[in-house]
């Protein structure tokens, strides 16, 4: 049972690149998420899966899409990157349910964009 | 709407110490609360939370934090603080009846010292 996994770890990027940041857990859990974390911002949402096959926006959500690819996986991606998108990006699920109420994080991806 | 402030960048306490550190929240209705740890380079962990119940929670490597409705406040506390302890803690919330995303604070920087 590896939890939340996430792809790759480090990534260097050049502005105007675009690349997709890969997400999967094997917990069966029913909602997905995608947050970036910059110094003194906390954790912010950018994209959230409820169930497979939907996605919505979260507080950040220009300048990336998502895609739920199945129960197990969710990907990010960056269509053309930009310095502002420079963070460490975290990606959790979640099973819902007043006893199971808990968020489950990946390690994160760093992602440095030049 | 939901939120929640965490009114201390980083928290100093000597190793063998009590330590306390604050959140405050508000939201519509009955909070669920949360908290969590981030050690470096990893991913959010969860700690405890607060649903229903016991004003005192207890939760993981001897933390416990306190519900005060009155006060809207969920302070994590440790009789005796480790070195192994510091880490970043993020304090989280959601309503009862709304959304089952949470809103997480800013973050506190906790540093023990020997």
């Known amino acids: 049972n590896a939890g939340v996994t996430q792809t790759p770890k480090f990534q260097v990027l050049k502005t105007g690149q675009s690349m997709t940041l890969q997400c999967a857990q094997d917990?069966?859990?029913?909602?997905m998420y995608w947050y970036r974390q910059d110094p003194g911002m906390g954790l912010r949402l950018i994209y959230y899966?409820?169930?497979?096959?939907?996605?919505d926006k979260g507080e950040v959500p220009n300048g990336y899409n998502v895609s739920r690819l199945n129960k197990r996986e969710f990907s990010l991606r960056l269509e053309s990157a930009a310095p502002s998108q420079t963070s460490v990006y975290f990606c959790a699920s979640h099973l819902q349910g007043v006893s199971t109420d808990t968020q489950y994080f990946g390690p994160g991806t760093r992602l440095t964009v030049l | 709407a939901q939120s929640v402030a965490q009114p201390e960048d980083q928290v100093n306490v000597a190793e063998g110490n009590p330590l306390t550190v604050k959140c405050t929240y508000s939201v519509s209705g009955n909070p669920y609360l949360f908290w969590y740890v981030q050690y470096p380079n990893r991913g959010l962990q969860f700690l405890l939370k607060y649903i229903t119940g016991d004003n005192l929670v207890k939760g993981s490597y001897g933390f416990e934090a306190e519900f005060n409705k009155s006060q809207t406040s969920f302070h994590l506390k440790k009789p005796s603080a480790l070195v192994s302890d510091s880490a970043l803690y993020f304090c989280a919330v959601r309503a009862s009846g709304g959304s089952y995303i949470p809103t997480f604070g800013r973050g506190t920087s906790l540093i023990v010292h020997p």
């Open positions: 899966s409820a169930s497979e096959g939907t996605t």
């Open positions: 917990m069966n859990h029913n909602s």
